[in-house]
């Protein structure tokens, strides 16, 4: 059994920071990409940030030059730092996470539950 789970979110005035964490657990075997996606309300989901398992990042352009993703491979755990953060990054973040479990032939794709993040203007 696989779980992914998010922690670190909450609420700041705009121009704040929070950094948002997200551990894999259980029976792995790897970790290929993981990333970040956030959901606002009446939106769809949108993916804000991925890095691979080498540590090659991409972000969506609203959010290049205030947040950074980064990974500790042995610890199975992406975050996710976001500063400079402004009223339009208000949003549930979730975690996703490419993983090869021992249970499953190939990669499955995990979600984590999902984190509020509050941006107050």
């Known amino acids: 059994q696989v779980q992914v789970v998010e922690s670190g979110g909450g609420f700041v005035q705009a121009g704040g920071s929070l950094r948002l964490s997200c551990a894999a657990s259980?029976?792995?075997?790897?970790?290929?990409?993981m990333g970040w996606y956030r959901q606002a309300p009446g939106k769809q989901r949108e993916l804000v940030a991925t890095i691979t398992g080498s540590g090659r990042t991409s972000y969506t352009d609203s959010v290049k030059g205030r947040f950074t993703i980064s990974r500790d491979n042995a610890k199975n755990t992406v975050y996710l730092q976001m500063d400079s953060l402004i009223a339009e990054d208000t949003a549930v973040y979730y975690c996703?996470?490419?993983?090869?479990?021992?249970?499953?032939?190939?990669?499955?794709?995990?979600w984590g539950q999902g984190t509020q993040v509050t941006v107050s203007s």
């Open positions: 259980g029976s792995i075997i790897s970790i290929n990409v």
């Open positions: 996703n996470a490419n993983i090869w479990a021992v249970t499953s032939p190939s990669t499955s794709t995990y």
